[in-house]
């Protein structure tokens, strides 16, 4: 990666080599000289390119001129300088840009022969862009982000290595700056669905190999998706609705004392599981704990750190157990810890919008008995037209009166997804001192999920973290599936192919050499699920689903390339 990071700045510095008597820097003295300079330097692009014209194709020459443009203004990244907070030009125009971008690209092809680095474009720094940022980066890959928020900007670059670029992203001009002709993949993930399809579409166009469209709501692509597909040129579209309601969906069917993710097509689960006082866990080293035989504990999470147990290690009140298994052996351990899951017959919702509508719609065809509380009359009545067997409520889920009267005391879950945090966390709260003992939360801010669940809530569901964990499985290769993020990024549970000709083939786990901080939780092989133990042999093509500290994570991935 250091060798990556060379290359770029020795291709800025030639640019500001280049280009350093055209760069006119807002708030400076002499701007109208630098302006000057600019204009001139303009005029020799226009000369080069009609000298070149002669040389290039029609598409080429399009391409080209889509570059050129002298009124599109100059390309600025944000700077922080001796005079204050400034923009400067990104790059000059004509052939030093292309040497530059040759040279540049030239590189990083070859480094990504030999180390899977990446070269993306992120468009958008929400939630989702900026986590996307920090993680990719921090595994090495070369991220450009572009956002017309500075602050974002401002705070992103701080923190990781990124290249920032100031503007919208919908633009033709911005993403030419971004250089979006030389990425392997752009990632489309603004809080604006409308400048997250432009993006795609003219990134492509410009020379993007992949792009990956976020949008909030599927509604408009689920008829006409190939016609989409064609013509916004995306490879893969994610909704954050969909993802969202999905998991939602999944919590509401599971006890309250766990987390649940599927690998495998569902066949590997994992459980997360909130150790009670009298729990026949607490207490006892991890070696003589009697649980079933297709299940293994891989991790504990205790105090928001996150520890890879040993054989003597012992599980106290409080802590949260990590379990991997398959179906049978995790509904075994569910009743032999105390946290086997009633049937649900009755959910109360707060909240409007995609999500609610869709996990409403889900639940009822489950025929469970739902009703919504809806807090704008205009919103509770277009849900009442859209969604048949559910019943609509006129409220505000922190009307406390409203809620004795409904009852919510006696029903089986309470869900908060309102757009609003603090709004969610509070009815939740409300509705557990009513004593409903199941509170499912959104969560439009990952950082509060762990605070959620501090306070009570049973799950906390961050749409946007959801949506970054399944294009991190895009981004990280055709053979890394599902990921499920522990503690803010501190450890992951990925599944993995192993693809054939890798070095684990024909290897027991103990002579595979797992780096410390790596527990293969389960392999998925032509439809058996093993829980696997030291001698169990690595095939070709089995799914691996691996429970993996983020400080081994790149020597994980590393291992099966």
Do not use: W
């Given at each position: 990666m250091p060798e990556a990071h060379a290359e770029r700045r020795d291709a800025r510095a030639e640019f500001a080599h280049d280009g350093s008597r055209a760069a006119g820097v807002l708030g400076a003295a002499g701007a109208r000289r630098d302006q000057d300079r600019v204009r001139t330097q303009r005029n020799d692009v226009q000369?080069?390119?009609?000298?070149?014209?002669?040389?290039?194709?029609?598409?080429?020459?399009?391409?080209?001129?889509?570059?050129?443009?002298?009124?599109?203004?100059?390309?600025?990244?944000?700077?922080?300088?001796?005079?204050?907070?400034?923009?400067?030009?990104?790059?000059?125009?004509?052939?030093?840009r292309e040497r530059a971008r040759s040279a540049r690209r030239a590189a990083g092809n070859l480094l990504a022969r030999r180390t899977s680095v990446m070269n993306i474009l992120i468009v958008g720094l929400g939630e989702v862009g900026s986590h996307l940022a920090r993680v990719l980066s921090t595994e090495g890959h070369s991220v450009t982000v572009v956002d017309q928020d500075l602050a974002r900007l401002r705070r992103v670059s701080e923190g990781v290595d990124v290249h920032a670029i100031h503007g919208d992203g919908s633009r033709p001009d911005i993403l030419d700056r971004a250089e979006a002709d030389s990425v392997d993949l752009l990632l489309a993930v603004s809080n604006d669905d409308n400048v997250n399809m432009l993006s795609c579409l003219f990134g492509k166009r410009i020379g993007a190999r992949r792009t990956v469209l976020r949008v909030k709501d599927m509604t408009p692509f689920r008829r006409f998706k190939t016609f989409f597909r064609k013509n916004l040129l995306f490879d893969q579209i994610l909704s954050l609705e969909s993802l969202a309601a999905t998991e939602i969906v999944n919590a509401v069917r599971q006890n309250q004392m766990v987390g649940v993710e599927n690998f495998a097509e569902g066949r590997i689960q994992m459980r997360r599981v909130r150790l009670a006082e009298g729990s026949p866990l607490v207490g006892v080293p991890v070696r003589e704990l009697k649980i079933p035989a297709n299940v293994l504990i891989t991790a504990i999470d205790r105090d928001h750190e996150v520890?890879?147990?040993?054989?003597?290690?012992?599980?106290?009140?409080?802590?949260?157990?990590?379990?991997?298994?398959?179906?049978?052996?995790?509904?075994?351990?569910?009743?032999?810890?105390?946290?086997?899951?009633?049937?649900?017959?009755?959910?109360?919702?707060?909240?409007?919008?995609?999500?609610?509508?869709?996990?409403?719609?889900?639940?009822?065809?489950?025929?469970?008995?739902?009703?919504?509380?809806?807090?704008?009359?205009?919103?509770?009545?277009?849900?009442?037209?859209?969604?048949?067997?559910?019943?609509?409520?006129?409220?505000?889920?922190?009307?406390?009166?409203?809620?004795?009267?409904?009852?919510?005391?006696?029903?089986?879950?309470?869900?908060?997804?309102?757009?609003?945090?603090?709004?969610?966390?509070?009815?939740?709260?409300?509705?557990?001192?009513?004593?409903?003992?199941?509170?499912?939360?959104?969560?439009?801010?990952?950082?509060?999920?762990?605070?959620?669940?501090?306070?009570?809530?049973?799950?906390?569901?961050?749409?946007?973290?959801?949506?970054?964990?399944?294009?991190?499985?895009?981004?990280?290769?055709?053979?890394?599936?599902?990921?499920a993020t522990i503690e803010e990024g501190k450890a992951e549970v990925i599944e993995i192919e192993v693809p054939a000709g890798c070095k684990l083939v024909g290897k027991t786990l103990k002579d595979a050499h797992f780096p410390r901080g790596a527990v293969v939780g389960a392999i998925a092989r032509e439809g058996e699920i093993v829980v696997p133990r030291g001698d169990d042999v690595i095939e070709a093509l089995d799914n691996l689903v691996v429970f993996v500290l983020a400080d081994v994570l790149d020597d994980v991935l590393a291992m099966v390339r």
């Open positions: 000369h080069a390119r009609s000298i070149a014209a002669h040389d290039v194709d029609r598409r080429a020459q399009t391409h080209r001129e889509l570059r050129e443009v002298p009124d599109e203004g100059i390309a600025v990244v944000e700077q922080d300088g001796p005079q204050g907070h400034a923009l400067k030009q990104r790059a000059p125009r004509g052939p030093a520890i890879v147990p040993g054989g003597d290690d012992v599980c106290l009140v409080g802590d949260e157990v990590l379990v991997l298994g398959d179906e049978k052996g995790i509904a075994a351990f569910d009743r032999k810890s105390g946290c086997a899951p009633e049937k649900v017959r009755d959910v109360v919702i707060f909240g409007t919008g995609g999500i609610p509508a869709q996990v409403a719609d889900a639940l009822h065809r489950m025929h469970v008995g739902v009703r919504i509380v809806a807090p704008n009359r205009e919103a509770a009545e277009r849900l009442a037209g859209k969604l048949d067997g559910v019943t609509i409520l006129h409220g505000e889920g922190t009307d406390l009166e409203l809620l004795r009267e409904e009852r919510i005391g006696d029903t089986d879950v309470f869900l908060g997804l309102s757009e609003q945090d603090e709004v969610n966390l509070m009815s939740c709260q409300l509705a557990r001192n009513l004593g409903c003992e199941r509170t499912i939360a959104l969560v439009q801010k990952p950082d509060y999920v762990s605070l959620y669940q501090q306070l009570g809530v049973s799950v906390a569901v961050s749409p946007r973290l959801i949506c970054a964990n399944a294009i991190l499985s895009i981004v990280r290769g055709g053979n890394v599936g599902r990921i």
